[in-house]
């Protein structure tokens, strides 16, 4: 399993296949990050948890801890094959065409088996979308599939999902049973074509046509790809649904959803989190989804989550901004976004999303969020909204404050 250096230790990234851990390995989770860490996890934008502060003399220890609990690659080296995305409700949706859990399932294990795969970017990332109700769309991914039906998916490379008609279209569509084939195909052929700079997908549309990409994977099929789908477009999804409590599947059961402030756990909460239900799911909005809890234990559960501090309705402050690690953790960070981001909760406007950036890269959003407040020095920020130019400069959280209280319609 991967460590990388950070300013506040070793960060160590657990994978966990459609976000999804047992209370066992939570506890697991929030023990080790105690025992070797330093206490703190954080809830990624790709649906993984990561322990920080990991000292250099525990990185073995630890690694051995999340593999005997059942958090490790199926074969050594292929820790990063496991970057497929899919929605918090995957397999838990009435709504959605398809339960894409299994599909999933079977991705990842065929990417870890493949040794030449090994050789994709830790970024290379997919997604499986089976037109759940709650879905993160605004990501991009160097694949993504899409159900149009039980039966069937359309794909792209990239991008996204094409919602509206000015999007990019989806390339072709394919059976469900032929989605193994296809991704495999997709993904050597990636590696066939790319030059060594282009980790990425998108690097290697710079230099190849499309075109030539499908050319090559359609040699590489028993089966032909559907190209009539330049029309379909993906319903919208509604994000608001990661909150309350939602009816589980067809069962009995209920889901309940609540935001992570800022992204950043301690061992007790994720502890206590284990202790309120079997099954957890992380969400790309970094936040948590407790699974099969029973109907009559739904509310007091909600009750207890805000006693933990999440934040269980859409409305609230932590419920709308995101942080990136900023300066205690990342050396490249101006300001220590967090904390600042801390201080702005405290008088946020009723509405609107914020994003607290200490640099240009964005860690924290792989998608446009309305208000983007990018750190220049230690408290101090340039405020963007739509345009790439900033509309204020070098205000302090306070200011930023009052500047977003005063374009807010609500306020
Ligand atoms: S956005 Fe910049 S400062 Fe923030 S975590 Fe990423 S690299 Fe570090």
Redesign the pocket.
């Known amino acids: 399993m991967r460590i990388a250096p950070a300013r506040d230790g070793g960060l160590c990234r657990i994978r966990l296949a459609s976000g999804e851990l047992t209370a066992a390995q939570a506890r697991a989770v929030a023990q080790a990050s105690l025992e070797f860490g330093s206490g703190f996890i954080d809830a990624t934008n790709r649906a993984n948890l990561q322990i920080r502060g990991v000292r250099e003399d525990s990185q073995e220890a630890l690694v051995s801890q999340l593999v005997d609990a059942g958090l490790g690659p199926v074969t050594p080296g292929s820790d990063d094959q496991r970057n497929v995305m899919s929605s918090p409700l995957a397999g838990l949706d009435s709504h959605a065409l398809l339960d894409v859990a299994p599909l999933v399932s079977t991705l990842i294990g065929q990417m870890q088996r493949d040794a030449r795969l090994h050789q994709l970017s830790p970024k290379f990332a997919l997604m499986v979308d089976g037109g759940e109700r709650l879905a993160m769309l605004d990501h991009p991914h160097d694949v993504w599939l899409s159900a149009v039906s039980a039966e069937r998916l359309v794909f792209g490379l990239a991008g996204r999902p094409p919602r509206f008609e000015n999007n990019a279209p989806a390339l072709a569509a394919v059976k469900t049973g032929h989605v193994p084939a296809l991704v495999d195909a997709l993904l050597q052929t990636f590696l066939d074509l790319a030059q060594p700079w282009q980790t990425r997908m998108r690097d290697l549309l710079t230099t190849c046509p499309i075109e030539e990409i499908l050319g090559r994977v359609q040699e590489k099929l028993g089966f032909l790809l559907d190209r009539d789908v330049e029309h379909w477009r993906r319903p919208a999804s509604d994000a608001r649904l990661r909150f309350g409590v939602h009816r589980q599947g067809t069962g009995d059961s209920v889901c309940v959803g609540a935001q992570v402030p800022l992204g950043r756990l301690d061992a007790a909460t994720l502890s206590a989190l284990a202790d309120l239900a079997p099954r957890i799911r992380m969400t790309p909005w970094q936040s948590v989804m407790l699974l099969d809890v029973p109907p009559a234990d739904a509310r007091p559960l909600v009750e207890q989550l805000a006693a933990l501090g999440l934040a269980t309705s859409p409305d609230e402050p932590f419920a709308r901004l995101i942080a990136?690690?900023?300066?205690p953790?990342?050396a490249?960070?101006?300001a220590d976004?967090k904390a600042d981001a801390q201080l702005l909760a405290r008088s946020m406007p009723p509405a609107g999303d914020v994003h607290l950036?200490?640099?240009?890269?964005?860690?924290?959003a792989a998608h446009r969020v309305e208000t983007t407040l990018m750190?220049v020095a230690p408290g101090r920020y340039d405020l963007y909204g739509d345009a790439p130019e900033a509309v204020a400069r070098h205000l302090t959280i306070e200011q930023a404050a009052r500047w977003l209280a005063r374009s807010t319609p609500d306020a």
């Open positions: 990136c690690t900023g300066s953790g990342c490249k960070s101006f976004t950036s200490g640099c240009a890269r964005s860690c924290a750190a």
